[in-house]
């Protein structure tokens, strides 16, 4: 009993770090209806930023803090100058698809031309791990827990209670209706992806201290495990997103207790699909992508 507990404390240190990612993911996807699947590469980028910051000396806080700027940036850019002009075409979505692959491609290319394929270490030394009650957590898992925690509250906020929020929410239910109410759609998906890219460099920062490596292909690897709990919780819905990251999370540590690392993940999605099965609109319903 004590070994499964302590597989899902590792559960939510894991989920932790997919929840920010896959509501990154869910909150671009609900303003322009595709994946962009170069955000594996959004992640690796924002960890090398940070590393590369902080092996310079500055605090590692305020290295995570230029990682997600910097993934926020180009975020926006890639929207300007690689998506945003297929939308206004009016292409099919699968079009948006291709996009995105070709521009993570571009981007791993990138990264291995500007800081070598060779791994990188980046970790912490935060100190021994703790026992709180039955889990087993490091003090950095305590810090990215808390970390999500807190970033996933303030997105909730935003949405719930700010101007800026509500035209989101707006764009994301009918992006033609709230242009005609004066809302600057264009501005609002912009920013959007900003913050989606904000939330994505810390996940791929988590992601690197949690498994001390960093390599171009670092955040490529976990974009389908992100792209699962994206699905699971109801495509373009945060909020599903958080609980779907918490369900792929959790799954993948408690199967790695007991079967060969290897196989985890597949032993993951093969409950989500089992799951998708009797709730294939996701976990969570709602009457527009975010309510």
């Not at 004590?2 to 909150?27: D, W, Y």
């Not at 092996?55 to 926006?76: D, M, S």
């Not at 994505?200 to 390599?215: C, D, R």
């Not at 993940?265 to 969570?284: D, K, N």
């Amino acid at each position: 009993m004590s070994h499964l507990l302590q597989a899902v404390g590792f559960g939510l240190a894991t989920a932790s770090i997919v929840a920010l990612a896959a509501v990154a993911v869910s909150l671009q996807v609900s303003v322009t209806n595709f994946f962009n699947f170069a955000y594996g590469d959004f992640m690796t980028f924002g960890a090398y930023v940070a590393w590369t910051a902080h092996t310079e000396g500055v605090n590692f806080f305020l290295a995570v803090l230029l990682g997600g700027i910097a993934v926020g940036v180009l975020g926006v850019v890639a929207n300007y100058l690689v998506f945003r002009p297929f939308m206004r075409r009016g292409v099919r979505p699968v079009t948006l698809l291709i996009a995105g692959v070709g521009l993570s491609f571009i981007l791993q290319n990138a990264l291995i031309l500007i800081w070598t394929p060779a791994p990188r270490r980046f970790s912490l030394n935060l100190g021994s791990a703790l026992h709180l009650g039955p889990f087993l957590l490091t003090p950095g898992d305590l810090i990215m827990i808390g970390a999500s925690v807190a970033l996933l509250l303030l997105l909730h906020l935003m949405l719930t209670y700010t101007k800026f929020g509500k035209a989101i929410r707006a764009t994301s239910n009918n992006i033609d209706l709230a242009r005609s109410c004066g809302i600057d759609s264009d501005r609002v998906i912009s920013l959007t992806w900003f913050i989606a890219g904000l939330l994505t460099a810390v996940a791929g920062i988590g992601l690197v201290l949690q498994e001390s490596t960093l390599s171009p292909t670092t955040g490529f690897t976990e974009l389908f495990v992100i792209f699962g709990a994206v699905i699971l919780g109801g495509i373009g819905r945060p909020y599903g997103a958080m609980l779907g990251a918490l369900i792929v999370g959790v799954l993948t540590e408690i199967a790695g207790a007991y079967v060969d690392g290897a196989y985890k993940t597949s032993i993951a999605f093969g409950v989500v699909v089992v799951l998708l099965l009797f709730r294939p609109q996701g976990l969570i319903k709602a009457r527009g992508l975010i309510s």
